[in-house]
């Protein structure tokens, strides 16, 4: 009976003793240390391999100054990390300024990329303008040229009408004087638009010429009859033709 109470005495006693050991924070962080893993944390390990390089040996003294230690070696990687980002910043200032240097560049090369753009759509705007223009003289000469060949005489046409008076006469002449008749008659058309003084122009140079070709006409054929005689009464097909243009002409005919 009283061996039963001194076990249970002691087991009280023990269970009393282990009670303020697990409610002790520090014990149980310890106790968790312990029971940690290492294998299976890599940081873990990694930290406590940084640790064993400057926690060489384990006394009191490195115990108490291991807070200090690892603070000098925070601030020791701190300064280094420091000095290798003014390394970087530096490097990447540079590059700043680089890049800088090329915006400034391509601004400028933009700028001249705009002006002369700015010339080429110019000098194409006046290229198009003069084209145009240039198109329109064309149009013109085109029609010019159409209005001289319908109402005006070629340059031989003009020489067989107005040849000296020893000239003889061709079919060039009468062609020509088919030619001025022609004339006299379309530039009526003339008369009917805005182009009035110009066709009466025409008109008035056509009858010129007519009367002057008939006249030239009338003392040729005059000459040619003149020189018919009895035995040699033969009637040339030019006479023949200068003839019957002189019946435009009825004065000039009798």
């Known amino acids: 009976m009283s061996e039963n109470k001194v076990e249970m005495s002691t087991e009280v006693i023990q269970h009393?003793?282990?009670q303020p050991q697990q409610n002790n924070p520090l014990s149980r962080k310890l106790n968790k240390i312990l029971e940690t893993r290492l294998d299976g944390d890599p940081e873990m390990l990694e930290a406590l391999k940084a640790l064993s390089v400057f926690f060489a040996e384990n006394s009191l003294r490195t115990r108490r100054n291991l807070r200090g230690d690892i603070e000098r070696r925070s601030l020791s990687?701190?300064?280094e990390f420091a000095r290798i980002f003014k390394d970087v910043k530096e490097e990447l200032e540079n590059v700043h300024e680089d890049v800088q240097a090329m915006s400034t560049c391509c601004e400028e090369m933009t700028g001249r990329l705009k002006a002369a753009k700015d010339q080429t759509q110019d000098l194409i705007v006046k290229t198009n303008k003069l084209q145009g223009e240039n198109h329109r003289l064309e149009v013109r000469a085109q029609v010019a040229q159409a209005?001289?060949?319908k109402f005006q005489l070629t340059g031989p046409e003009m020489a067989a009408l107005r040849g000296p008076r020893d000239t003889p006469i061709t079919e060039e002449f009468f062609r020509a004087l088919t030619r001025v008749k022609q004339i006299h008659e379309d530039v009526k058309v003339l008369l009917r638009t805005n182009q009035q003084t110009a066709g009466l122009?025409?008109?008035e140079q056509m009858a010129v010429l007519q009367e002057t070709a008939y006249?030239?006409?009338y003392r040729w054929a005059q000459n040619e009859c003149r020189g018919l005689t009895q035995?040699?009464?033969?009637i040339s097909p030019v006479l023949s033709q200068a003839m019957e243009a002189l019946q435009d002409r009825p004065v000039l005919y009798k």
């Open 16 to 18: 009393a003793a282990t």
């Open 147 to 149: 209005f001289l060949s």
């Open 77 to 79: 990687i701190n300064e």
């Open 231 to 234: 035995e040699s009464c033969d």
């Open 201 to 203: 122009e025409i008109m």
């Open 215 to 217: 006249e030239q006409l």
